[in-house]
């Protein structure tokens, strides 16, 4: 079964640091996410893309944030300089259809020290 | 602001008999229900769904229930099983697509 891929699984990072964490979503796929959960917190919407734009995004995804599709297969998150509350686990998640369920990928765990 | 709430943290059943995870949600807006489960080091993995325009739908051991009115769902596994063990989240959407999740709850099934 097609499956959302996620890259790196773990990245350590120093605050003020740009990363760049990537995703292989399901390949006839049309809408793409980015949710994160913080340790011991509820899994959270970060922002939504479908036909190379930004179609919603939350409080959270800030102007430190950015998202890409660069090729036909990767969806990227960008954050530009890191804090220390960034820490989370990034999840990846892509659907085929309008309100359709997500498939999520199993997620980055982001470290900020 | 919790417009979807999972208000157990934790659920234990014996195997064979009936899990029953409950949400509520605060949004009227909302016609699209799902539920998710979620292994450690895994992200969340699709269960089962329900339009706001059902009150009822089943998949094999598990149930989704609606009350509108209430605003409320309940997931049944019926038997549970030990891999069932996981966190299940509700999540409910709307007309935007952008999923809200409720905080979780852990199941644990005794052997």
């Known amino acids: 079964e097609p499956e959302v891929t996620q890259t790196p699984s773990h990245q350590v990072t120093q605050m003020g640091q740009e990363v760049i964490l990537r995703c292989v979503p399901i390949s006839n796929h049309l809408y793409f996410y980015w949710y994160r959960q913080i340790l011991g917190q509820k899994v959270e919407f970060l922002v939504s893309?479908?036909?190379?734009?930004?179609?919603?995004k939350s409080e959270i995804f800030d102007d430190q944030f950015s998202v890409e599709r660069p090729d036909g297969s990767n969806f990227t998150l960008k954050i530009r300089s890191t804090k220390l509350e960034d820490s989370a686990m990034y999840f990846c998640?892509?659907?085929?259809?309008?309100?359709?369920?997500?498939?999520f990928g199993n997620g980055t765990r982001l470290t900020v020290t | 602001d919790q417009q979807v709430k999972q208000n157990s943290p934790s659920l234990s059943v014996q195997e064979g008999r009936i899990s029953i995870l409950n949400c509520d949600y605060t949004?009227?807006?909302?016609?699209?229900f799902l539920w998710y489960k979620k292994y450690p080091a895994e992200g969340p993995t699709f269960l089962i769904s329900?339009?706001?325009?059902?009150d009822k739908n089943e998949d094999g051991r598990f149930t989704v229930f609606l009350n509108k009115s209430a605003k409320h769902l309940s997931l049944h596994i019926v038997p549970s099983q030990p891999g069932d063990s996981a966190v299940y989240f509700c999540?409910?959407?709307?007309?935007?697509?952008?999923?809200?999740f409720g905080k979780g709850i852990t199941l644990s099934v005794r052997p």
């Open positions: 893309f479908y036909n190379n734009e930004i179609s919603e």
């Open positions: 949004n009227s807006m909302f016609d699209y």
């Open positions: 329900i339009s706001s325009i059902k």
């Open positions: 999540a409910a959407t709307g007309a935007n697509s952008k999923l809200t």
């Open positions: 998640a892509s659907s085929d259809l309008y309100n359709s369920p997500l498939h």
